[in-house]
């Protein structure tokens, strides 16, 4: 029988690492599910009532995605230590995911048909419609470029394919 190739010590500490970020989140998700609930906070329409849960929610899905971009290095063997190039694309995954958060919100918020409520109840809010929306693409589109340019970051250089020839 074959051995095995051994991990580095790094290896392993990112893919325990990434998956305790992961879980993390996902139970304290669970866990807070009534408090986090867009319904709850925005039907009050009290900027106090929203700040706390929008905060512990950008605060867990940045947690999540730690977790993620942590558990890739380990699975990939890449160095966020030693390797500049790793830590590079690790952030401008960090910065992607960030921008990509509002999306899920959103769509958490117009699925559970709060927002008609809050557009019905405030008509102003249609004239305000259409620049959010266009917003809103953009940020999309930025943040998918992000996530895809990211995988860049890590490739190997001219140099480092001589070296290793």
Do not use: C
Not at 156 to 162: R, W
Request: charged residues 20%; proline residues 4%; positive net charge.
């Amino acid at each position: 029988m074959d051995k095995l190739p051994s991990l580095s010590r790094e290896t392993l500490w990112l893919r325990l690492g990434g998956f305790a970020l992961i879980g993390t989140p996902l139970i304290l998700f669970l866990y807070f599910e009534e408090a986090l609930d867009p319904r709850r906070w925005i039907a009050t329409a009290k900027l106090s009532d929203a700040l706390r849960p929008l905060f512990q929610i950008v605060v867990l899905a940045n947690v999540l995605a730690i977790g993620l971009i942590l558990l890739l290095a380990g699975l990939r063997e890449l160095s966020l230590l030693r390797n500049r190039q790793a830590r590079s694309a690790a952030l401008v995954r960090l910065a992607g995911a960030n921008l990509l958060f509002p999306s899920f919100f959103f769509v958490a918020i117009y699925d559970e048909r709060v927002l008609h409520g809050f557009m019905d109840a405030n008509p102003v809010l249609v004239v305000i419609a259409l620049p959010t929306i266009l917003v809103w693409f953009v940020l999309v589109r930025t943040s998918l470029v992000l996530l895809r340019s990211s995988w860049k970051y890590e490739a190997a250089s001219a140099e480092q394919n001589k070296l290793t020839r």
